[in-house]
C-alpha cells in the first residue's frame, strides 16, 4: 500500500472516484459474521447470502478467508470492496514476512487492518462500507482473540464473542446467551451456527443452512497449529442436527432463568 500510495495512489481502492450519484448505489452485500473464541483457539463463521437492495444477489458468496497461518477475515459490506481488501491485506502480510523474516504480531495485524479500512472512508460515505471481523490465535498470548471495526477504522478487542453485519444483532443476542468460556472447538462451531441460524430466522439479508441446495456456512477454525476451514460435510452434520432439534424446539436451544 505505501508503494502504491507513492507511485499510483489512484489505484488504492479508497482513491478511486465515483461519479456523482442520487440515492444509494445498489450493489451486492455481504452480510452476518459471527466469531467466539474457547481455550485454545477461536472460531470465525460466516452466512453465504450476498443481497443487493430487497433481491438474493448470491446464495454461495464466499466471506471468511485466511489472512495468513494464524488470522482469518470475516467480510461484511460491499462484497466487491470486501474481496479486493482482503487480497490486499493478504499480499500485505504475506510481503511483510518476507521482507522481515517474521510474522507481524496479531496487534500489528489488526492494526494494519484498521488504517486499510480508514482508508476506504470516502468510499463509506457513499454508501459502500466495508466491516469485517478479524480473528486469529495470539502466538505470545497463546489464545483466540476478535476484533472488530467501524467504517472510520475504528478497531475493538471483543471479548468471548462478537458479530457483524445486517444480522449482527440477533446472532450477537443468540451468541450472549449461548457462550461459554469453557468451550470445546466443536461446541464453539455449534454455537456460532446456532447464531447464524437464528440471524437468518430475523433478517432477510442473512441466509440460514440450505439444505435443499447444499449450502452451509463457513465455519474456520485457528487454533496454534494454524488456520482450518472445516469441510462442508462436517459443517452440515452441524446444521442438520441443529435443524432436527428447531423441528421441536423452532426458536432454538433456551438458556437457564438463572
Not at 138 to 162: C, P
Not at 191 to 211: E, I, K, R
Not at 226 to 238: C, H, K, P, T, Y
Request: proline residues 5%; hydrophobic residues 40%; glycine residues 10%.
Amino acid at each position: 500500500m505505501d508503494f502504491l500510495g507513492a507511485h499510483a495512489p489512484d489505484l488504492l481502492p479508497g482513491n478511486r472516484p465515483l461519479p456523482p450519484v442520487q440515492g444509494a448505489i445498489e450493489a451486492p452485500h455481504g452480510t452476518t459474521i459471527v466469531g467466539a473464541t474457547f481455550p485454545g483457539g477461536v472460531v470465525l463463521a460466516g452466512d453465504r447470502r450476498a443481497t443487493m437492495g430487497n433481491v438474493i444477489a448470491q446464495r454461495d458468496i464466499e466471506k471468511v478467508f485466511p489472512a495468513d497461518e494464524y488470522s482469518a477475515v470475516g467480510i461484511a459490506g460491499t462484497a466487491g470492496l470486501a474481496v479486493e481488501m482482503v487480497k490486499l491485506f493478504q499480499l500485505e502480510l504475506e510481503h511483510f514476512e518476507k521482507v522481515e523474516g517474521a510474522q507481524l504480531s496479531l496487534e500489528g495485524k489488526a492494526n494494519r487492518l484498521s488504517t486499510m479500512i480508514r482508508s476506504n472512508l470516502g468510499m463509506a460515505m457513499q454508501g459502500l462500507a466495508v466491516v469485517p471481523l478479524f480473528a486469529g490465535y495470539d502466538l505470545d498470548r497463546e489464545k483466540g482473540r476478535i476484533f472488530s471495526y467501524d467504517v472510520t477504522g475504528g478497531r475493538s478487542e471483543e471479548q468471548g464473542f462478537a458479530a457483524t453485519g445486517s444480522g449482527s444483532v440477533f446472532a450477537r443476542s443468540a451468541l450472549k446467551k449461548l457462550y461459554q468460556e469453557d468451550f470445546t472447538e466443536s461446541q464453539a462451531a455449534t454455537a456460532v451456527v446456532q447464531a447464524l441460524y437464528d440471524a437468518a430466522d430475523d433478517d432477510s439479508a442473512t441466509g440460514g443452512p440450505d439444505m435443499a441446495r447444499r449450502i452451509y456456512p463457513i465455519v474456520t477454525v485457528i487454533t496454534g497449529e494454524g488456520f482450518r476451514r472445516q469441510s462442508d460435510e462436517e459443517v452440515a452434520d452441524i446444521a442438520r442436527a441443529i435443524h432436527e432439534r428447531r423441528l421441536e424446539q423452532p426458536d432454538g436451544p433456551r438458556a437457564a432463568l438463572l
